[in-house]
DNA sequence: CCAAGGACTTAGTACATCGTGC
DNA sequence: GCACGATGTACTAAGTCCTTGG
């Protein structure tokens, strides 16, 4: 990306002739004041200073010394010993641990008759307990394992993440099973041979020719340059492979759509007896002792090799992600512990004895050179005091929000351009709840957050209208047509002006480093991000406390949930519609429709029963306005249909029974028979459109009639609200902010002060991970 | 100092499972 | 009791921010 103004970029002269344009931008306002140096490097430095220091003076920060102390003393004395997995053995531990073949009995975690690791028997010891009070406490050492409340101890060490931590390593995705030898790749209609690295490449490909990526042209031309370097470098096939165009995956496809198929055919004893072999296969691995307490692991599973997914029109998407060999994994696991035994016949990469890290294995990915780590689940104590002390920065930023805003809003009209680049980030940050925006390379799809938002991706609307329209994180569409501060209107307009062009940066003097330093100044550990966690926060507790304490359970979750809409459409949190959104909408607008219908026919009947009633107030008996004559003809032959099909699948399922109990099968004319009903039905329908009147069955009475006409109406009221509510709901995802924004301290305080049970708003897994939260949050709990 | 790399959070989607209305 | 939509979970990509090393 070009920083357009940047120093190098454009020469003084012109900076300053572009500093005079600048100026006459701020209309009404003092000129002198108003305008915006391009500063030089001097330029920026002093006045840079000053402001800083009169900013220190209204929120005093640290002195620098005694800061910069803290931070030595938070750092850890890491114990980083980085053992190569040669055949030196685990030193300390004094036994030969063997990292590759052999399988000596000390190579995996041992545990011994109650189940716990060696480890943590040492680690009790340690903990000098007699052996006496060691039994006595045992009992509730052994309850207080499953339920450690970290959120009660003290320590708050973040540096040092673990001082024991025990593991059995992660599992390794079940080798290629060649496809059976029908099923092969055809070029130009040959069946092709393949071999097997390849043949797994191309069955990447053909598993998902029915899906979107294998439609997309970039997918389709990494895949396949990739498929071609495989190919080649397995010895290549006897036909030469060339042209995507000619390769015809379809019997592949089938292959494994067939697979699919047959595994969703099987039969509950036959699932149940798979999933509990899987599970057998897998106890191992998902959970660890750390510290002696056992915690489950999050992603024990090396990802398995694929075509790359990638997000958005990624450049990348579709090239071959290969698979993960043990020399490529390095683990990470407590010194003196029993090392995870590598796959028989491998070697780890490296085994460390890391403690200030989380992560127990970690390896490098081939698409973008990232690195890709296991770690302990959500509900794990690591990740729920990181996420509590995410939520406490957050509601720290309360105490400086106001002087944060006050700083901002004046440096809004900062004559340093650095400066009034930085406020109005700030502003967007804090009022749009928009992304720090950092810069991305070349190789990935391009994605904006604040500080890169370009020239192309702000619109203005006089007087004071921005539109946003940009691709945000995992390229989810930002589009906002917004009101704001007259200011940053102009300020906005200001870094869009010329020489400035598509393409260009609006910020070219600010990025995320720059101004998270600025935002330390305020409070420490300030970041872009926590703006987004309180921002989000604080609109759930306002919205929170709209409600009122009334009405039903339901009711009440129904108002929940339309809280947490608002933080997710403030955070942009978004769904694509499903396939079906439209489907099923249509089936509920229908069904609305045929309630109305009987409605109306109810009310006919009413009328005829009770004439004088209907001279009274002949309104209340029309048909209701969407109810025109087509749209009844519609619903009445969707009913009958309806009503047909009902009674054919009936009778051929209870013929399909008979054949197999060796019954007599039902005779057509019995379902000649059943039809006739319908068909009455169908009659009856029809007489009632042509001469206006309804059948009166013996024994209505027009108390009867309103009664049912009451439910019904109830019924379009429910089925309305619900299709509303699917309808407002169908582009936003309310999870995303449940999980990751929204305190769940709040929901809890909800659930006690609302009586609304906990498992309406969390499902199991979030009540595991946010049992910190449900624990000490009360009624009266407040971000 | 700054670019690259490392570690961790945040994100949508694909798929599994649940539960509910017919 | 079953089909289908809703809900929940697993997965892994894509961000942020900090640390590291040249």
Not at 61 to 89: D, F, H, L, R, Y
Not at 564 to 585: D, G, P, Y
Not at 680 to 703: D, P, Q, S
Request: aromatic residues 8%.
């Amino acid at each position: 990306m070009t920083n357009a103004l940047s120093d190098e970029d454009v020469p003084l002269s012109q900076r300053k002739s572009l500093a005079a344009n600048k100026g006459v931008v701020d209309t009404g306002k003092k000129r002198k004041s108003a305008t915006v140096k391009s500063e030089t490097h001097d330029d920026d430095h002093v006045p840079l200073k000053k402001k800083r220091a009169t900013a220190a003076a209204v929120a005093p920060t640290k002195a620098k010394s005694k800061s910069k102390e803290i931070k030595k003393e938070e750092k850890p004395a890491k114990s980083t010993a980085s053992v190569k997995p040669s055949p030196s053995p685990s030193k300390a531990s004094g036994k030969s641990t063997k990292m590759n073949g052999g399988s000596k009995p000390t190579s995996e975690p041992e545990y011994d008759s109650d189940d716990k690791p060696l480890a943590k028997r040492k680690m009790k010891k340690i903990d000098s307990k007699t052996d006496a009070e060691e039994t006595s406490t045992q009992e509730k050492e052994e309850e207080e394992e499953e339920f450690y409340k970290w959120w009660e101890a003290e320590s708050n060490d973040n540096s040092v993440k673990w001082t024991t931590l025990v593991h059995n390593g992660v599992l390794f995705p079940p080798p290629y099973e060649p496809l059976p030898s029908h099923v092969k790749l055809k070029y130009n209609g040959v069946p092709v041979a393949l071999p097997p690295d390849a043949e797994e490449v191309a069955g990447f490909f053909g598993a998902m020719l029915e899906t979107e990526h294998a439609k997309n042209k970039v997918f389709q031309s990494n895949f396949f340059s990739d498929f071609k370097d495989v190919l080649k470098q397995c010895g290549g096939s006897h036909l030469k492979i060339e042209k995507f165009e000619h390769c015809d995956f379809t019997d592949i496809f089938n292959y494994y759509e067939e697979k699919r198929i047959q595994k969703k055919a099987m039969t509950a004893a036959e699932k149940k007896k798979i999933k509990e072999e899987k599970d057998k296969l897998e106890e191992k691995y998902k959970v660890c002792y750390l510290d002696g307490r056992k915690e489950l692991v999050g992603n024990f599973r090396i990802e398995p090799p694929g075509l790359f997914r990638g997000r958005g029109s990624h450049p990348k998407t579709g090239k071959l992600k290969e698979r993960v060999m043990p020399e490529q994994v390095t683990i990470n696991i407590g010194l003196n512990t029993p090392i995870p035994q590598p796959p028989d016949g491998h070697e780890w990469a490296e085994v460390k004895h890391d403690n200030t890290v989380s992560w127990l294995a970690t390896w490098k990915e081939n698409i973008n050179g990232a690195q890709k780590y296991v770690f302990l689940a959500a509900n794990s104590s690591l990740k729920g005091m990181s996420d509590f002390k995410k939520f406490e920065k957050a509601r720290e930023l309360k105490n400086h929000i106001t002087g944060i805003r006050n700083d901002y809003t004046k440096e809004l009209k900062d004559e340093l351009m650095a400066n009034r680049q930085r406020a109005t980030a700030m502003y967007l940050i804090d009022v749009l709840a928009l992304r720090a925006g950092g810069e991305k390379g070349e190789d990935e799809a391009d994605t904006v957050g604040c500080c890169s938002l370009r020239y192309e991706h702000v619109a203005f609307k006089p007087p004071n209208t921005v539109v946003f329209d940009f691709l945000g994180k995992d390229s989810i569409r930002y589009y906002q047509e917004v009101k704001i501060d007259q200011q940053v209107y102009k300020n906005l307009k200001l870094f869009k002006k010329a020489p400035k062009k598509f393409g260009d940066q609006l910020f070219d003097r600010l990025d995320p480093p720059t101004l998270n330093r600025h935002l330390q100044n305020y409070m420490p550990g300030l970041t872009a991000k926590v703006f987004r966690t309180y921002n989000a926060s604080k609109t759930m507790q306002d919205q929170l406390d709209k409600i009122e304490n009334k009405g039903t359970v339901n009711e009440k979750y129904v108002a929940y949930n339309a809280a947490n809409r608002t933080v997710a459409i403030l955070c942009n949190h978004q769904r694509t519609v499903s396939k079906a959104h439209e489907q099923s909408v249509g089936k509920i607008e229908d069904k609305i429709l045929e309630i109305k219908l009987q409605r109306y026919r109810l009310k006919l009947m009413m009328g005829q029963v009770d004439p004088e009633m209907k001279k009274s107030d002949p309104e209340y008996f029309q048909p209701d306005t969407e109810l025109d004559d087509s749209t009844i003809e519609r619903l009445i032959d969707q009913i009958v249909q309806r009503e047909k099909d009902k009674v054919t699948k009936k009778f051929q399922k209870e013929n399909e029974k008979r054949a197999a109990e060796n019954g007599e099968l039902l005779p057509e004319s019995e379902l000649t028979t059943r039809m006739k009903v319908v068909e009455e039905l169908e009659a009856e329908y029809k007489k009632e459109r042509k001469t206006g009147k309804a059948e009166i069955r013996n024994g209505m009475t027009v108390e009867k009639l309103q009664a049912q006409i009451e439910k019904l109406t109830e019924r379009i009221v429910n089925t309305t609200l619900q299709l509303k509510d699917k309808e407002d709901n169908s582009t936003v995802a309310l999870t995303t902010s449940k999980i990751n924004y929204i305190d769940p301290r709040l929901t809890v305080m909800f659930a006690k002060k609302y009586n609304v049970p906990i498992e309406k708003l969390f499902s199991k897994t979030l009540r595991e991970k946010f049992k910190w939260a449900i624990e000490s949050a009360d009624a009266n709990w407040r971000f």
